[in-house]
């Protein structure tokens, strides 16, 4: 893991890949209660191709590092960061690849910091009033303070509970438990981690993405939508409604898959990346 020191935080990242590849970087954002591995089976794929492929951790619950004192932890913060840290990598025309609560903080990017942005590749996140969508409206509801988080995390480390339809199950075909441990780990361990993911749930609660959907109609770059179609939470009407809205559109559907497309069939998302790649340059 490589680090780069923000204004607002310190991010831990990985790049696979060829660092002289032909092809833009491809700049992957993640959920809540994730971290990078979300992405990692699609991001080797993409390296095997010659991609250069760039995972943080970003700042949303499974971090290990604190964000600094006062850091804006808002969803229009976290855009914010995600800007920051492609000026501080010297990225341009990046195809930005956004899942879950990471999709809907790559609408926020687009919105106000376009012109880094060549691409944008959405599997299934949030989008309009689905910030976040039910039933996640109920935990977030709750976990408003470190010591109902505390409380939550510890019965979460009963797989399970993890893996129930109300936790990971909900998301995912086959959770993998140590992985799905190690993504809980930080906040059971740490009570710094457990106040920044208080305070970053407090925001998403009181964010609405219906406004940024106004002005989809002037992002004219391509947009791809890879849907898992067995998705409970960000059902196939809400990327069709995207879809409609982008100018420059293309919907693909993966019929097994669940909100994680990354982790559930990577090839879809990775077919995906490396054709709008290929037909936008």
């Not at 499974?62 to 932890?73: E, K, M, Q």
């Not at 391509?222 to 990327?239: K, Q």
Request: aromatic share 8%; net charge neutral; hydrophobic share 45%.
């Amino acid at each position: 893991m490589a680090q780069v020191a923000l204004s607002q935080a310190t991010i831990d990242y990985r790049v696979l890949g060829p660092t002289d590849s032909p092809h833009p970087p491809v700049l992957f954002v993640h959920g809540i209660l994730v971290d990078e591995r979300l992405w990692e089976r699609v991001a080797e794929g993409l390296a095997r191709k010659g991609f250069r492929c760039i995972l943080p951790t970003w700042p949303l619950g499974s971090h290990t590092i604190p964000v600094n004192d006062g850091a804006d932890l808002s969803p229009r913060g976290i855009a914010a960061m995600i800007h920051e840290f492609m000026v501080a990598l010297d990225l341009s025309e990046v195809t930005l690849v956004g899942n879950d609560t990471g999709g809907g903080l790559c609408q926020l990017v687009i919105d106000a910091y376009p012109d880094r942005i060549a691409r944008l590749v959405l599997t299934n996140c949030d989008a309009f009033d689905r910030f976040p969508p039910f039933p996640f409206t109920v935990f977030f509801a709750v976990l408003r303070g470190p010591r109902s988080i505390k409380a939550l995390f510890a019965l979460l480390r009963w797989k399970s509970v993890r893996h129930s339809p109300l936790g990971f199950g909900l998301l995912l075909n086959e959770p993998n438990p140590e992985l799905t441990a190690a993504w809980i780990q930080p906040c059971r361990k740490d009570a710094r981690i457990c106040g920044d993911l208080a305070t970053l749930l407090r925001h998403v609660a009181a964010t609405d993405l219906t406004d940024v959907s106004t002005r989809f109609p002037q992002f004219g770059k391509p947009v791809t939508l890879v849907w898992g179609m067995r998705d409970r939470c960000f059902t196939p009407s809400l990327a069709r409604r995207m879809a409609a809205l982008f100018p420059n559109s293309t919907m693909i559907e993966v019929p097994g898959a669940k909100t994680f497309v990354a982790l559930d069939d990577p090839t879809p998302v990775i077919d995906a990346i490396e054709t709008v790649n290929v037909h936008s340059r």
